[in-house]
C-alpha cells in the first residue's frame, strides 16, 4: 500500500483509514471480533486507524485500544470529542474545560500516552475557537497529543481558526474530516480548496454515502441494509436516481460499486485518506480488495456527468454539520414588523 503525507505534518498515513464507528454496541458488540478486524486492517498495510469518545460512548476507543496493543508504535491513532457524553451540559463541546478532560478520558480508554492526531468532532460555535486552540496548544506542548484536527468545519471557519493560530502563536488545525462521496461532493467547492491551501490533510468519512454507495439500496427495490430504515436520505429520490445511474457504469467498467465509490474518492489531490468503516470481516475484505482499483479520466468525466463536481445530490447526510444560520430560523428572519421594505 502506498503511503501519502498528512498535511504538512510530516506523518505518513495510509490511502484508507480504519474508522472504529461500528466497534462496540452501535454495530458489533463481539468485542474479539473487533480486535481481529482491526489485526487484519493493519496486515494489510493500513496503519491510520479513527475512532472517537462518542462511538458506543466510549467503547470503540477501548476496543481500539486492545487492539493496538504491541502495535501502537506502527500506527497514527487519531480521535475526537465535542459530540456530548453524558446528561452534564460541560460533557460536551469545544471549551478548555471539556477539550483538557475529554483527551484524558481517551487516552485512558485507548491505553496509551499520547494521540497523533486530536479533532474537534464537529464545530461549536458557541465556544471562541481561541480558547479551543489555546487548550489543543497546551496539550501538544504537553506531548498527549501530536497534531490537531477538525471535522466538518466550514470553510471560512477553517480560515478564522487559521488566521487567530497565527495572530496568537497556537496550533494550527492540520487536518479536516468532511463528508465526502460521489453523491456528496459540496466540499470540493470551497473546503478542499482553502485545506489544500493551508496544507491541511484530509480525512474523508462517509465515502460509500453511509450505504447508498455498495449496490444494496435500488430504486423500488427491497434492501437488506439495516440502517436504510433510519436515514430519510436513502429514500431521497435525487439519490436514488443518481445511484440507478452510476451501478450500470460500474458494471460496465467491471468493478463492484463499492470499489467504484472508494476509487472516487481517494482520487482527488486534496483527499488524504478516506475512512473505511467495516462492521465485519466481510465487510472489510471487501474494501481492502479495492485498493488497487483506479479510476481513468474517462470514467471520472462521465462521474461528473452524473453528480456535477461542488455539489450535493438531494437531501444532505443526516450526519453532515448544519451551521446555527440554517437550523435556526430565528437567525435568518427579521422580526415580522421590520421584514418589509416600507
Known amino acids: 500500500m502506498h503511503y501519502r503525507t498528512l498535511g504538512r505534518t510530516g506523518m505518513k498515513v495510509s490511502p484508507y483509514a480504519l474508522g472504529a464507528m461500528m466497534f462496540g454496541s452501535i454495530g458489533n458488540p463481539d468485542h474479539a471480533d473487533c480486535e481481529r478486524i482491526i489485526h487484519r486492517a493493519l496486515d494489510a498495510g493500513i496503519n491510520f486507524v479513527d475512532t472517537a469518545d462518542v462511538y458506543s460512548h466510549g467503547e470503540s476507543e477501548q476496543i481500539v485500544g486492545k487492539a493496538l496493543k504491541g502495535r501502537r508504535d506502527s500506527v497514527v491513532l487519531a480521535t475526537k470529542s465535542r459530540l456530548p457524553m453524558g446528561d452534564d451540559p460541560n460533557q460536551q463541546g469545544a471549551s478548555r474545560r471539556w477539550v483538557l478532560a475529554a483527551v484524558e478520558d481517551s487516552l485512558r480508554r485507548l491505553d496509551t500516552d499520547y494521540i497523533d492526531l486530536y479533532q474537534i468532532h464537529r464545530p461549536d460555535p458557541e465556544t471562541d475557537v481561541e480558547e479551543t486552540l489555546s487548550a489543543l496548544t497546551d496539550l501538544v506542548r504537553s506531548g498527549k497529543v501530536r497534531a490537531v484536527g477538525t471535522s466538518e468545519m466550514p470553510a471560512s471557519d477553517i480560515v478564522e481558526a487559521q488566521w487567530v493560530a497565527e495572530r496568537r ?86 468493478i463492484p460499486m463499492t470499489h467504484l465509490a472508494m476509487a472516487f474518492a481517494v482520487a482527488h489531490p486534496s483527499v488524504t ?25 474517462e470514467l471520472l468525466d462521465r462521474i461528473d456527468g452524473i453528480v456535477a463536481p461542488g455539489t450535493r445530490v438531494g437531501a444532505p447526510d443526516e450526519a453532515a454539520y448544519l451551521p446555527p444560520s440554517l437550523k435556526q430560523p430565528g437567525l435568518r428572519r427579521r422580526p415580522v414588523d421590520t421584514r418589509g421594505a416600507a
Open 169 to 254: 502563536g497556537l496550533v494550527r488545525f492540520r487536518s479536516e474530516q468532511p463528508n465526502y462521496s460521489i453523491l456528496d461532493r459540496g466540499i470540493e467547492a470551497e473546503v478542499l480548496p482553502v485545506a489544500e491551501r493551508f496544507g491541511m490533510g484530509v480525512v474523508v468519512w462517509s465515502p460509500l454515502a453511509k450505504g447508498m454507495l455498495t449496490g444494496r439500496i435500488r430504486k423500488g427495490q427491497p434492501t437488506d441494509l439495516r440502517r436504510a430504515g433510519r436515514f430519510s436520505s436513502f429514500r431521497d429520490e435525487q439519490r436514488l436516481d443518481a445511484v440507478e445511474q452510476l451501478v450500470p457504469l460500474a458494471e460496465e467498467a467491471g
Open 273 to 297: 485518506s478516506a475512512l473505511i468503516g467495516p462492521r465485519t470481516m466481510e465487510q472489510l475484505d471487501d474494501l481492502l480488495a479495492s485498493v488497487d482499483v483506479t479510476l481513468s479520466d
